[in-house]
């Protein structure tokens, strides 16, 4: 047996969690919202939906984007997107952390049932 969860942050609905967190670092380090849906096998149609959701919902944008030209266009994670990753990581691992000690000591196979109690 192991342990499994998802952490998300809500707000009105979804509002960041894994999927978002993982398509802004693909956006960070290609340089496109198209680039990084494909990495990911969404449609760009899918990713621009959803993070334009998810600005509705936090209140704030997460992409600036760059209209195609004679050197094409882009996107980059704003500093308040970049923030919001920062913090979500840094909770996610504390997050991980304390579940992986509380499901060791609930769970773990050296323990008799009256050591857990």
Do not use: C
């Amino acid at each position: 047996m192991r342990l499994a969860y998802k952490i998300w942050l809500d707000q009105n609905g979804k509002a960041f969690g894994e999927g978002p967190y993982d398509l802004l670092q693909r956006v960070e380090r290609t340089g496109s919202l198209r680039r990084a849906a494909e990495e990911l096998g969404m449609s760009y149609n899918q990713a621009w939906h959803l993070l334009r959701t998810l600005e509705g919902r936090l209140g704030f944008d997460l992409l600036e984007r760059q209209v195609g030209g004679v050197s094409g266009g882009g996107s980059t994670v704003t500093p308040a997107a970049r923030e919001l990753m920062r913090r979500y990581e840094g909770f996610r691992q504390e997050a991980r952390e304390a579940l992986d000690k509380l499901y060791a000591k609930h769970f773990s196979e050296e323990q008799t049932d009256s050591e857990k109690a």
